[in-house]
């Protein structure tokens, strides 16, 4: 039983449309249970067993998951970290006593990608966050006043949008978000038809590598003796070797159809539609025949450019709205650390540590926090090490 916040009711006048189909909390499940062309039902736990989905998936939740977010508090010089505030405890932390910040948004963000939306409660104490709790998205219903002003109904009790962590997929009308489920489930039901249609075809391990045709009519206990003994040489580590029996019989060597041999083809198009369709690089969905090392190093780039920002985006504004007032909006802020995403080799980050040192953009004490090394006495001046008179000037 969750400590939730006082009832918020919507004005009377501004009442929501609840007929409207998108309002209703059964929609998206029932557009994303639907048969697709393939045939193959698409759910959640179908999805998430096809490899390309789940790999697709578990990369941006899990980055979204890792990635530490801090609070920044806005000075005359810039900015500067405010670990001490509880809203900054919260999103880098412990979301709850039994689940961590990183936990809380991988599952929110998890419902977000295959469904189209993922919620949470914040729940309130005197107006000031104190906790928060994942939730279950079919235990949420969105309904929108006229205004187009959102409001949450969580166990018969409506919430602002300032108590509810709302992420979105990308939506046609702002209301209801086109999660995997919706908007890729024929691509999705093709990768699961492939990779069902592959385990059929190597199940038994016993393809022959060429076919008998026996003269004449086979009374059962023969036929059944010549497949005994077909299956004995030509099964398990005895695979494509020909089969020897005792009736005239005439082999005629087997080849793979046109449809059997572009199997790879085939599994390598639909793993590249998962990668449209989520914005994750292929190379990281680990199809690497198009891969090289310098691309696939900007392919990493690109996958916290284009796939990855947009998630942390919706986090740190779902942040703002829910965990800080009004007033504070204007003085603090969220922002993830992707530093670790952009990490390059040792020779690559020496590189540009030495251009930043020669610059005077870096310290050297600034340059080992980086590398996890402590500090040292006296490098906290941004000194030139690559001339014999630098500048001395105290980084404070």
């Known amino acids: 039983m969750w400590p939730f916040s006082k009832k918020e009711a919507p004005p009377p006048e501004a009442k929501a449309d609840l007929n409207d189909p998108s309002m209703s909390p059964w929609s998206s499940i ?17 999805a998430m067993a096809c490899a390309p989905v789940n790999a697709a998936v578990s990369l941006i939740t899990g980055a979204v998951g890792t990635l530490p977010c801090k609070l920044y508090r806005t000075t005359r010089e810039g900015k500067e970290p405010a670990p001490d505030a509880t809203a900054a405890f919260l999103a880098h932390k412990d979301a709850n006593d039994w689940q961590s910040a990183g936990k809380v948004r991988e599952l929110v963000t998890t419902d977000a990608l295959l ?7 914040v729940n ?5 966050p104190v906790e928060i709790l994942y939730l279950p998205r079919h235990k949420v219903t969105v309904e929108y006043l006229d205004s187009g002003e959102p409001r949450y109904r969580v166990s018969d009790q409506h919430y602002r949008p300032d108590s509810i962590i709302h992420i979105q997929a990308p939506s046609l009308d702002g209301k209801t978000g086109l999660g995997l489920l919706r908007s890729g489930r024929d691509a999705i ?19 022959p590598g060429g076919l008998l045709s026996i003269k004449g009519n086979l009374k059962p206990a023969a036929a059944k003796h010549i497949l005994e003994m077909w299956n004995a040489t030509n099964g398990g580590d005895n695979v494509g070797s ?8 005439r082999y005629t060597s087997a080849a793979f159809n046109s449809v059997d041999s572009q199997q790879l083809e085939q599994r390598n198009f639909a793993i590249a539609e998962i990668a449209r369709l989520t914005r994750v690089p292929v190379t990281m969905l680990q199809e690497l025949s198009g891969g090289t090392y310098a691309n696939s190093e900007q392919q990493a780039l690109q996958f916290l450019q284009l796939c990855l920002l947009p998630w942390l985006r919706a986090w740190t504004d779902a942040y703002r709205r829910t965990l800080l007032t009004k007033e504070e909006r204007a003085d603090y802020s969220f922002e ?8 390059a080799d040792t020779a690559t980050r020496a590189e540009a ?5 020669s610059m005077g953009v870096m310290t050297s004490n600034e340059v080992r926090r980086l590398e996890n090394l402590p500090t040292l006495e006296g490098g906290d001046t941004l000194d030139n090490p690559y001339t014999s008179t630098g500048q001395q000037t105290t980084h404070e």
């Open 30 to 46: 029932a557009s994303s249970i639907l048969p697709t062309p393939s045939g193959v039902l698409v759910t959640a736990s179908t």
């Open 115 to 121: 469904h189209g939306d993922g919620f949470a409660f």
């Open 124 to 128: 309130k104490v005197s107006d000031r």
């Open 189 to 207: 039901g093709l990768a699961i038809l492939l990779e069902r249609t592959s385990a059929r075809l190597f199940r038994n391990n016993s393809r």
């Open 242 to 249: 020909v089969a020897i029996v005792d009736n005239d019989a």
């Open 336 to 343: 993830f650390t992707v530093d670790d995403l952009l990490r």
């Open 353 to 357: 540590y030495a251009k930043f040192r």
